[in-house]
């Protein structure tokens, strides 16, 4: 399966490494390669995680990482995963 990262995720993730690289920028970084890793993960289970609470579709998944939930959706007849959305879950959108 091929992994699309939508404009909106990707301009979000600068948005928040950004946010984390005014404390530290290790931390940035670091933050980055845990996730980028986690999300070259999801082809192997693209259904491991749970329904997303936020749509009424089963295709489409909420990882949580860290505090933040990344919203992607499995398309098994292009054979694609969109990351959709990341967000604190704690924050309003």
């Given at each position: 399966?091929?992994?699309?990262?939508?404009?909106?995720?990707?301009?979000?993730?600068?948005?928040?490494?950004?946010y984390i690289a005014k404390d530290k920028t290790g931390?940035?970084?670091?933050?980055?390669?845990?996730?980028?890793?986690?999300?070259?993960?999801?082809?192997?289970?693209?259904?491991?995680?749970?329904?997303?609470?936020?749509?009424?579709?089963?295709?489409?998944?909420?990882?949580?990482?860290?505090g933040y939930t990344i919203t992607y959706e499995v398309?098994?007849?292009?054979?694609?995963?969109?990351?959709?959305?990341?967000?604190?879950?704690?924050?309003?959108?």
């Open positions: 399966m091929t992994i699309i990262r939508s404009r909106r995720f990707t301009i979000r993730l600068m948005d928040i490494l950004r931390a940035s970084r670091n933050f980055k390669n845990q996730l980028d890793k986690q999300i070259k993960n999801i082809p192997n289970f693209p259904y491991k995680y749970r329904p997303s609470i936020y749509f009424d579709d089963t295709n489409i998944r909420d990882m949580v990482f860290k398309d098994p007849e292009n054979d694609t995963i969109v990351i959709m959305d990341i967000f604190n879950q704690n924050k309003p959108i």
